[in-house]
């Protein structure tokens, strides 16, 4: 079985900074790509940043410049370093990985359970 467990998220003024971490654990063979996606009240989830096993990264246009995406391999773990925080940054950001487990022929997405992120102003 394989898990993803996010962290870092809290309550944080507008123009701060948070990091959020995202473990996978469990009987993984290997990680593609990774990333996080984050979905406020009353909205769709969004894509707000990858990066791939070799590091190549892509984000969403509302936190380019402000947020940076990076991952450990040999911690099966992906970051998230938020910077210059706005209060549209509000939401409930949750970690995906495509991950091949141990013993399995192709890759399988997975999801972690999301951790909160409140801007105040």
């Known amino acids: 079985q394989v898990q993803l467990v996010e962290s870092g998220g809290g309550l944080v003024q507008a123009g701060g900074s948070l990091r959020l971490s995202c473990a996978a654990s469990g009987s993984i063979f290997s990680i593609n790509a990774m990333g996080w996606y984050r979905q406020a009240p009353g909205k769709q989830r969004e894509l707000v940043a990858t990066?791939?096993?070799?590091?190549?990264?892509d984000y969403a246009d509302s936190v380019k410049g402000r947020f940076a995406i990076s991952r450990d391999n040999a911690k099966n773990t992906v970051y998230l370093q938020m910077a210059s925080l706005k209060l549209e940054d509000t939401a409930t950001y949750s970690c995906?990985?495509?991950?091949?487990?141990?013993?399995?022929?192709?890759?399988?997405?997975?999801w972690g359970q999301g951790t909160q992120v409140t801007v105040s102003s």
């Open positions: 990066i791939t096993r070799d590091g190549s990264t």
């Open positions: 995906n990985a495509k991950v091949k487990p141990s013993g399995s022929l192709w890759f399988t997405n997975y």
